[in-house]
């Protein structure tokens, strides 16, 4: 499977933004889909996931109320719908894709397939 983000961008603070992870090349519906992000000089984090159903999700709790996973499998994307955004929400934001049918994960090593990524900004 080829994954590819889009919609990030420069926001002010207290702003939304929505990022979507496109599926390609695979068979969408067998994959768990997380989003991951890096901010300059920390270590990669989770920030959500949703189960390849779409009935679960789970939430990095510095995110929870703010943002949202959604997932469209008629087109093959998952969206990440970001509110109420803040400066440390600031980072590379990256969707992947795993293969766990008893659960879905918030470890990066769960997920072997990535995206290029996408920046997002918030300013203050």
């Known amino acids: 499977v080829q994954l590819l983000e889009s919609g990030g961008g420069l926001v002010q603070a207290g702003g939304s933004l929505r990022l979507s992870c496109v599926a390609s090349?695979?068979?969408?519906?067998?994959?768990?889909i997380g989003w991951f992000r890096k901010a300059p000089g920390k270590e990669r984090e989770f920030v959500a996931a949703i189960s390849r159903s779409g009935s679960s999700t789970i939430y990095a709790d510095s995110v929870l109320g703010r943002l949202t996973i959604q997932s469209d499998a008629a087109k093959n994307t998952v969206f990440l719908q970001m509110n109420s955004l803040i400066p440390e929400d600031t980072a590379v934001y990256y969707c992947?894709?795993?293969?766990?049918?008893?659960?879905?994960?918030?470890?990066?090593?769960?997920?072997?397939?990535w995206g290029q990524g996408t920046q997002v900004t918030v300013s203050s």
């Open positions: 992947a894709a795993g293969i766990d049918w008893r659960t879905i994960h918030s470890t990066s090593s769960q997920y072997p397939y």
């Open positions: 090349r695979g068979p969408f519906s067998i994959y768990n």
